[in-house]
């Protein structure tokens, strides 16, 4: 980095460690970029797994509803973007910003962590406050019940895989493009996003709805945006500090400074 965007950042760093230390009711909103130094591509831009593959389909959940076993033999299948999208996830590990997330919370300053992204990564470094919008993709839910169940738990034999509670048909949890957001999820969500003064943003362009509207709705409200972001997004104009960095760098400096000016 330049001395002079280094300078830009540190000085961000520690305006947004100043907002976030006296904030009442801390959310963090995470989306992709967040995970990108821990080997996940975002699917779109260079590299992406949509741009080798093409877009997966708008209307995803309808197919999936239309034929369930052949929408899991190909989710199975040993070829083509689920396969290698799963060993990339699977490859992966937390970087240094889904540590410092973790660490705000177990220090009783994070009070929740909504999350577009699929890929366990805020679970493995420990964070327990979290809601993730879009699902997790090591979990299958029953599209009846809405009870989730650890994937690789669930046999396979017989597809589509039935729920061992209520018989219905399991799905990965994951939101497919079409199916709405699981209401536990999305209430979790707007209950945070409601108490919410401060909400720091990582890693997301602020596209994808109705994950984008939550930091808009704080700012309405007066409370503070925190963004963290290499480049500039929709979000840039609202926020209260937009630290171009990547989350990886800027969350432990800024939780580490969070932590001190709370006297911890
Ligand atoms: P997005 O691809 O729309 O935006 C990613 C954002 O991250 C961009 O604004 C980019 O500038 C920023 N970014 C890139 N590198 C960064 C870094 N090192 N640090 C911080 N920010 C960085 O992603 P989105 O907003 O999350 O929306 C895409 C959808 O795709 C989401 O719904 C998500 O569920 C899904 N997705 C999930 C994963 C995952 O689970 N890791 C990966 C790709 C996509
Ligand atoms: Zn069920």
């Known amino acids: 980095m330049a001395e002079d965007a280094a300078t830009r950042v540190s000085?961000?760093?520690?305006r947004a460690a100043t907002i976030s230390a006296r904030a009442q009711y801390l959310v963090a909103l995470t989306g992709a970029g967040m995970s990108?130094?821990?080997?996940?591509p975002p699917f779109r831009g260079p590299g992406g797994l949509w741009t080798k593959y093409g877009e997966p389909p708008m209307n995803g959940y309808q197919r999936f509803l239309a034929d369930p076993a052949q929408a899991w033999?190909?989710?199975?299948s040993p070829q083509g973007p689920m396969r290698e999208l799963w060993e990339t996830l699977h490859a992966a590990q937390p970087n240094p910003g889904h540590h410092a997330l973790a660490r705000l919370e177990s220090a009783g300053i994070?009070?929740?962590l909504i999350t577009q992204n699929v890929d366990n990564l805020h679970r493995l470094a420990g964070s327990q406050a979290i809601a993730e919008i879009h699902g997790n993709y090591m979990l299958v839910r029953c599209i009846e019940c809405s009870r989730r169940f650890a994937g690789d738990e669930i046999p396979l034999e017989a597809l589509p895989p039935r729920c061992p509670?209520?018989?219905?048909?399991?799905?990965?949890?994951?939101?497919?493009?079409?199916?709405?957001i699981p209401t536990d999820v999305l209430g979790r969500c707007f209950d945070a996003a409601e108490q919410c003064d401060c909400m720091i943003v990582a890693?997301?362009?602020?596209?994808?709805y109705p994950a984008a509207q939550f930091p808009f709705d704080v700012r309405q409200r007066g409370g503070d945006v925190i963004e963290i972001n290499p480049y500039a997004t929709e979000l840039t104009p609202i926020a209260s500090v937009s630290v171009h960095g990547p989350a990886a760098v800027v969350l432990p400096e800024l939780a580490m400074r969070i932590?001190?000016?709370?006297?911890?």
């Open 11 to 14: 000085a961000g760093i520690e």
């Open 36 to 40: 990108v130094e821990s080997g996940i």
């Open 73 to 76: 033999r190909e989710r199975l």
């Open 110 to 112: 994070l009070r929740c």
């Open 165 to 180: 509670h209520c018989q219905g048909i399991l799905k990965n949890d994951s939101v497919f493009f079409g199916e709405p």
């Open 203 to 208: 890693g997301t362009s602020a596209t994808v």
């Open 259 to 264: 932590i001190q000016l709370r006297g911890m």
